[in-house]
């Protein structure tokens, strides 16, 4: 049982390249996110998605894009990187009947 | 104002010292909060979680709500240099929020030996 696994772990871009943050779970979790994490700015929410074909916006969207097209892949896309992309990744995944949270063990983007 | 406040700290202790964590928030409808704790370069993990207002125990940690003037507060006792590690808050609604959890910005904790 993998749970979350994120990919790549570590990505360096140029400015103005696009890549994709793969994420997928095998716990057949119905709610999936995408969270940025930044020095003293905490967890802020990208993306979510409550089930395949339903997605969201949370708090920082822009700049991003997901598509949620399988119950167990949740892709987050950059389309033009800039340098206040540079961050770590994370993304989640939850069943509606529970309150917990399980994170991936997180992607570490650098935008030059 | 945001939603959930937390001191970012860090914050650094001796061993078996008690520690006392805090978050407000602004949200009235927030019924479940829950305490995270992430390791240096790991992704965070729930600690503990209560509903509504109150105590809960578990082990060396205790979680407090005060609905009323919208606190809530982590202590850990007799701290250990295991403790050491990024404590984020995350209050919300309900199950049909759990897709979209608001956290804290975090409170980094570190226990001396």
């Known amino acids: 049982n993998a749970g979350v696994t994120q990919t790549p772990k570590f990505q360096v871009l140029k400015t103005g390249q696009s890549m994709t943050l793969q994420c997928a779970q095998d716990m057949n979790h119905e709610y999936m996110s995408w969270y940025r994490q930044d020095p003293g700015m905490g967890l802020r929410l990208i993306h979510y998605s409550v089930g395949a074909g339903i997605t969201d916006q949370g708090e920082v969207p822009n700049g991003y894009n997901v598509s949620r097209s399988t119950t167990e892949d949740f892709p987050l896309r950059l389309l033009s990187a800039a340098p206040s992309q540079t961050s770590v990744y994370f993304c989640?995944?939850?069943?509606?009947?529970?309150?917990?949270?399980?994170f991936g063990a997180g992607s570490r983007l650098t935008v030059l | 104002q945001k939603e959930v406040e937390q001191d970012p700290g860090p914050l650094s202790v001796p061993e078996g010292a008690i520690v006392s964590l805090n978050c407000t928030y602004s949200n009235s409808a927030f019924q479940y909060f829950m305490w995270y704790r992430q390791y240096s370069r790991k992704g965070p993990e729930l600690l503990m979680y209560t509903y509504s207002s109150g105590n809960k125990e578990d082990g060396r940690f205790t979680a407090q709500v005060d609905k009323s003037s919208k606190y809530i507060s982590l202590f850990i006792r007799d701290s250990q240099p295991s403790d050491s590690a990024t404590y984020l808050c995350?209050?919300?609604?309900?199950?049909?929020?759990?897709?979209?959890?608001?956290f804290g910005s975090g409170t980094r904790l570190s226990i001396r030996p």
């Open positions: 989640a995944s939850s069943s509606p009947g529970a309150n917990v949270l399980t």
């Open positions: 995350a209050p919300f609604p309900g199950y049909s929020s759990a897709s979209k959890i608001i």
